[in-house]
C-alpha cells in the first residue's frame, strides 16, 4: 500500500511524503514493513547519475501500521499486490514480478494480473554516497538486453494510473 | 506489551493525580495491573532507597538500571482534527519503539523497529514535538521469576513520583497472578495504602 501526507513547510507549497506499507501474504505471521521513500535525488536535465537515487527508512512494525498511518492523516494512493521470482547478485536485488489488482485489501474474484509482462525491478539498498555500485546495476541492465529493457525512470512523469 | 506502554503513557503524561502517591505497576507481556500507593517516606532518593533496601532484603539481586522515556509529538493546526502521537523507548525492549496515537476517541497502538524515531523527524512539519521528554529510570532486580523496577519520574530534570515495577516472567494473563503478585508485593511494600486496582489486557 502507498501512502502520501502533506508536509507543510511555512512560505512552500505542500510537499507529498510517501510511505510504503508491504506485507508478506505467503508469511502472515511476519512483521509489516513500512518504507520511506524521498525524492529522486539529482533530478533535472543533466542528471548524469545511471540510476534513480533515493533515500528510504525501512522499519519493521505490527499489523496495526495500516490503522495508524490512515489515522495520522494519511491517504491512500494505490494498493498492488507483487507475485513472482527475486534473485540476488551481490548487493544487488532483481524482482520478477507480476502485479495484481486488489479492491479494499484483498485480492479481485478473478485473479487476473493487470498485465501479461512481467515487471523486472533491480535495486541497491546502500549506505548514502556510495554511488559506484550504480554503475555496477547499469552493467548488470546491459546484459539483460534486448529482453529486459531495464532503463531508469523518471516516476514524476509516470501515469498514476494504467490505460 | 503495548498496555504497558498505554499505562506508560497515561501516568506519565496524565500524572496529576499520580503524583500525590507512588504507584506501582504489575506487568507482563499481555498486560498490566495498575495500583497507587502512599509512602511514609518523603522525596524520591529516599523512597527508592527505601525500597531497594526491602527489595534486598528479601533477596533479589540488581541486575543494571532501567529507563523508560516518552516523547509527545502534536499535529499542526494544518492537518484538523488534532492528533497526538506518544512514542515510548524502554530499557527492557531496546531494538523496539512503542507509539500510542491519540485521534478524537481512537487510540491506536503501534510496535516499530528503533527507526520510526527517524520517520517522526521526517513529518516533523506536520507532528511537532512536544516540550520536555518524560521519563521513568532507577534500578532494575531480579528475584526468580520475578523482575522488579524502581523507577524514578522525571520532567526536565524535575522529580514528579516513584513507580515501582513488577513482572512475573511465567504468566502472561495478569487476572491469574494477581493474588500472587499482590502477596509478593506486600512482602516489601508493607502495609501500605492500595487503592486504584485497574487491570489492563
Not at chain 2, 533496601?53 to 482534527?81: E, I
Not at chain 2, 503501534?110 to 529510570?137: G, H
Request: hydrophobic share 40%; proline share 6%; with cysteine.
Amino acid at each position: 500500500m502507498c501512502f502520501s501526507i502533506m508536509s507543510m513547510e511555512s512560505g512552500t507549497t505542500p510537499v507529498p511524503l510517501t510511505l510504503r506499507v508491504r506485507r508478506a501474504c505467503d508469511h502472515q505471521d511476519m512483521p509489516f514493513q513500512l518504507r520511506y521513500i524521498g525524492v529522486p535525488e539529482g533530478t533535472g536535465n543533466n542528471n548524469s547519475r545511471p540510476t534513480i537515487v533515493r533515500s528510504s527508512i525501512d522499519i519493521g512494525t505490527s499489523a496495526s501500521i495500516i490503522e495508524f498511518l490512515t489515522e495520522l492523516g494519511c491517504r491512500v494512493d494505490f494498493e498492488y499486490m507483487a507475485r513472482g521470482y527475486m534473485f540476488r547478485k551481490g548487493r544487488m536485488k532483481i524482482t520478477v514480478s507480476k502485479i495484481f489488482k486488489l479492491t479494499n485489501g484483498k485480492p479481485q474474484d478473478t485473479v487476473e494480473p493487470i498485465s501479461q509482462s512481467y515487471l523486472v525491478e533491480l535495486s541497491v539498498l546502500a549506505p548514502s554516497g556510495q554511488d559506484a555500485i550504480a554503475e555496477d546495476m547499469r552493467n548488470f541492465a546491459e546484459q539483460l538486453r534486448p529482453l529486459v529493457v531495464l532503463e531508469k525512470v523518471d516516476i514524476k512523469r509516470m501515469p498514476m494510473s494504467l490505460p | 506489551m503495548i498496555y504497558v506502554d498505554v499505562w506508560y503513557k497515561q501516568k506519565l503524561l496524565n500524572g496529576q493525580q499520580l503524583w500525590s502517591y507512588s504507584s506501582f505497576i504489575l506487568v507482563n507481556d499481555r498486560g498490566s495491573l495498575i495500583f497507587d500507593f502512599s509512602i511514609c517516606h518523603h522525596g524520591g532518593p529516599q523512597t527508592i532507597e527505601f525500597l531497594t533496601k526491602r527489595v534486598s532484603a528479601l533477596g533479589a539481586v540488581q541486575s543494571g538500571q532501567f529507563l523508560v522515556n516518552c516523547d509527545t509529538y502534536v499535529s499542526t493546526p494544518s492537518l484538523p482534527p488534532q492528533r497526538t502521537v506518544h512514542v515510548v523507548h524502554n530499557s527492557e525492549h531496546p531494538s523496539s519503539v512503542f507509539a500510542i496515537l491519540e485521534s478524537g476517541q481512537k487510540t491506536i497502538p503501534l510496535v516499530a523497529d528503533r527507526l520510526f524515531d527517524l520517520l517522526m523527524l521526517k513529518i516533523k512539519n506536520i507532528y511537532t514535538k512536544k516540550q520536555p521528554t518524560i521519563e521513568s529510570k532507577g534500578p532494575r532486580f531480579e528475584l526468580a521469576d520475578f523482575c522488579i523496577k524502581l523507577g524514578s519520574v522525571t520532567i526536565s530534570q524535575n522529580f514528579k513520583g516513584v513507580l515501582v515495577e513488577v513482572e512475573y516472567k511465567p504468566c502472561v494473563v495478569p487476572a491469574y497472578c494477581q493474588g500472587l503478585m499482590r502477596e509478593f508485593l506486600q512482602g516489601f511494600l508493607g502495609s501500605c495504602f492500595i487503592k486504584n486496582s485497574r487491570c489492563n489486557g
